[in-house]
Nanobody, 124 residues
Framework: QAQLVESGGGLVQAGASLRLSCAASGGAFSRYAMGWFRQAPGKDREFVVAISRSGGARSYADSVKGRFTISRDNAKNTVDLQMNSLKPEDTAVYYC?????????????????WGQGTQVTVSS
């Protein structure tokens, strides 16, 4: 059973960059596809990006394509989200998630495990 802990959130100005990290423990990390989701106040949780078990495939939401990059290190049991050119609309709690059921999941129900979330706030 995987435990996920996110870090790296904070308050930045529009146009700045942040790097989120998710550390996994308690399971065979390389067996999980990993993803990032976010939830803004008053809105539903939305998919941001996913990466396959090997890291060879990625899927991005249209809203973050070209600005966000996901990567993983199976030796360190970590998955990172590099966020560039941040916009106020990127403000949300960002969640790391792990899936043992699908190769490149983009829906929340396809994930088994979730972190507690980290706040990202982008000021205009």
């Amino acid at each position: 059973q995987a435990q996920l802990v996110e870090s790296g959130g904070g308050l930045v100005q529009a146009g700045a960059s942040l790097r989120l990290s998710c550390a996994a423990s308690g399971g065979a990390f390389s067996r999980y596809a990993m993803g990032w989701f976010r939830q803004a106040p008053g809105k539903d949780r939305e998919f941001v990006v996913a990466i396959s078990r090997s890291g060879g495939a990625r899927s991005y939401a249209d809203s973050v394509k070209g600005r966000f990059t996901i990567s993983r290190d199976n030796a360190k049991n970590t998955v990172d989200l590099q966020m560039n050119s941040l916009k106020p609309e990127d403000t949300a709690v960002y969640y790391c998630a792990a899936s043992s059921t699908k190769a490149l999941p983009t829906q929340g129900f396809e994930y088994n495990y979730w972190g507690q979330g980290t706040q990202v706030t982008v000021s205009s």
